[in-house]
Nanobody, 118 residues
Framework: QVQLVESGGGLVQAGGSLRLSCAASGSIFSINGITAMGWYRQAPGNQREFVASITRGGTVNYADSVKGRFTISRVNAVITVYLQMNSLKPEDTAVYYC?????????WGQGTQVTVSS
């Protein structure tokens, strides 16, 4: 089992910045089996959508809507993952969820609210 805990959400004005953190915990066996971590978001009335991901090997991927504004990074392979969000827009308002992929199973955090005011 892998547990994920997010932090760093909040309220910010448009054009501002926030940094989200996600810490993974569990047995050494579980943690070493994580192949990628990432961020998804879900706005009211919308489906959960992909935001960014980073593999154990360091390959990153971003949704087109956040390219050039968001940066995903990690510490200690896949133990802690960050999402630096700059130039935030009101349409970035959503609950942001951390995700970890291991052996074909997806693990999710509890989510953290990001609200961008216009």
């Amino acid at each position: 089992q892998v547990q994920l805990v997010e932090s760093g959400g909040g309220l910010v004005q448009a054009g501002g910045s926030l940094r989200l953190s996600c810490a993974a915990s569990g047995s050494i066996f579980s943690i070493n089996g994580i192949t990628a971590m990432g961020w998804y978001r879900q706005a009211p009335g919308n489906q959960r959508e992909f935001v960014a991901s980073i593999t154990r090997g360091g390959t990153v991927n971003y949704a087109d809507s956040v390219k050039g504004r968001f940066t995903i990074s990690r510490v200690n392979a896949v133990i802690t993952v960050y999402l630096q969000m700059n130039s935030l827009k009101p349409e970035d308002t959503a609950v942001y969820y951390c995700n970890a992929a291991r052996s074909g199973v997806n693990y999710w955090g509890q989510g953290t609210q990001v609200t961008v005011s216009s």
